[in-house]
């Protein structure tokens, strides 16, 4: 294994990879560091292609010592679509959507799932707890059921109810919450703390390795493009782990020599009716705000008051990308155009990039000929809510 130990992006400090950590003392999320010029010497480019179709080809990168500790379910090395009717549609002809519908559980969450689930199993996790918008607790209850390691979830009931039905199936200790996920993560806090250290605290970004699986989205990119980064990446933002795991993977496969200097511009798309991101970034802020009255169709996405904040909007800035807010009506109307032009049911988040794509190259930000890739982070048949067949004739 080449993880060396987990750095602290806010104030410095290092800490032991080999011992559970939530955050730094400094209340930071906290980073895993790899000898990038051992993996150099280890491996190179050439050889992803001949290994299995999945996100542990990357296993050099990724922080699981012992193969037995690896749980999968073949997640990952998602379909990189291209989408040029639509594309051509709002002028973007070189557009192509990631499909992470297709992994197991049927969101991104599988990622991080997979590789934060093997690693704790390895440092000797017995149960983890997480708040979630629904999602992240399937796919975190799915692999610890894999895992042999317990799982408590703490889930709002506006979540979609599949997500419910899969923490159950999965034997989960599953509580619903008449809240927010902010609230979710209050009664996890609570259950940790009475736990005396029998339960570990998995939330989004309080340990270090879920951002671990989620990176892999922009290695798997990168790979499927030729080594050849595009030009624009866009991502429907909630806790931002993918986004910030897709600026850590650009620089790390810089720093090891396998891309240019050139990185993409990213743009993190957040609902008009719960941006905190978007406000913080326009407002040129280090720190996000927390959103009062948080509410959109795009439930993943449904985050006021990220805990990833200070990096998200690094990452954007770093990049020269831009934060964007689009419209629930917006999101839907963009959702069918697009399944009807293209044959693909997305979920509302990935659709939200779709409209931000389509303004953003309206407005002249994506300009003509760019190549960009747009994350569909779900399954649409997650969410059947989104198309309304209420008017389908019935034959008698
Ligand atoms: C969780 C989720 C997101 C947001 O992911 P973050 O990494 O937390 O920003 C987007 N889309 C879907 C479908 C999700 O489940
Ligand atoms: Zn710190």
Redesign the pocket.
């Known amino acids: 294994m080449y993880l060396t130990h987990l750095d602290c992006p806010r104030c410095g400090r290092e800490h032991a990879a080999d011992q559970l950590h939530n955050l730094c003392e400094c209340g930071s999320p906290l980073l895993a560091r790899y000898d990038l010029p051992a993996v150099a010497k280890a491996v190179t480019p050439e050889h992803f292609p001949l290994r299995p179709a999945d996100l542990w080809r990357y296993r050099e990168l990724l922080p699981v010592a012992d193969p037995r500790h690896v749980t999968t379910l073949g997640e990952g090395w998602t379909p990189l679509l291209r989408v040029p009717t639509y594309g051509a549609e709002i002028g973007i002809e070189d557009l192509m959507v990631k499909d992470e519908g297709l992994i197991p559980t049927g969101?991104?969450?599988a990622r991080g799932a997979a590789v934060g689930v093997s690693r704790a199993r390895e440092l000797g996790v017995q149960r983890i707890a997480m708040p979630t918008?629904?999602?992240?607790g399937s796919a975190w209850a799915t692999y610890a059921a894999r895992a042999g390691m317990g799982a408590t979830i703490v889930m709002p009931l506006a979540a979609p109810g599949i997500c419910r039905r899969e923490c159950v199936a999965a034997g989960a200790d599953l509580r619903l919450i008449d809240g927010l996920i902010g609230d979710a993560g209050r009664r996890v806090a609570e259950l940790v703390a009475e736990s005396a250290g029998a339960i570990f605290d998995a939330g989004?970004l309080r340990e270090p390795y879920r951002l671990e699986g989620?990176k892999t989205m922009g290695y798997e990119i990168v790979e499927q493009l030729g080594w050849q980064p595009p030009d624009v990446i866009i991502?429907?933002?909630?806790?931002?782990?993918?986004?910030i795991g897709i600026h850590k993977a650009l620089h790390e496969l810089r720093e090891l020599g396998w891309i240019g200097d050139k990185l993409p511009r990213l743009v993190a798309v957040q609902s008009t009716g719960c941006a905190p991101i978007v406000r913080a970034f326009a407002a040129g802020e280090e720190r996000a705000r927390p959103w009062a009255d948080a509410q959109t169709v795009?439930f993943?996405?449904t985050?006021p008051a990220p805990l990833g904040d200070e990096l998200i909007l690094a990452a954007l800035r770093a990049s020269a990308g831009t934060a964007v807010a689009v419209d629930d009506a917006d999101i839907l109307a963009d959702l069918r155009d697009f399944a009807g032009r293209e044959g693909l049911l997305l979920?509302p988040?990935?659709a939200a990039c779709l409209t931000a794509a389509r303004q953003l190259r309206a407005g002249g930000w994506i300009r003509a000929g760019e190549r960009v890739v747009v994350l569909n982070?779900?399954a649409g048949l997650k969410y059947p809510e989104t198309v309304d067949v209420s008017g389908v004739p019935v034959l008698s």
């Open positions: 969101s991104f969450k918008n629904g999602n992240a989004t989620k991502y429907p933002t909630g806790g931002g782990v993918g986004l795009a993943g996405i985050v979920c988040e990935g982070t779900g």
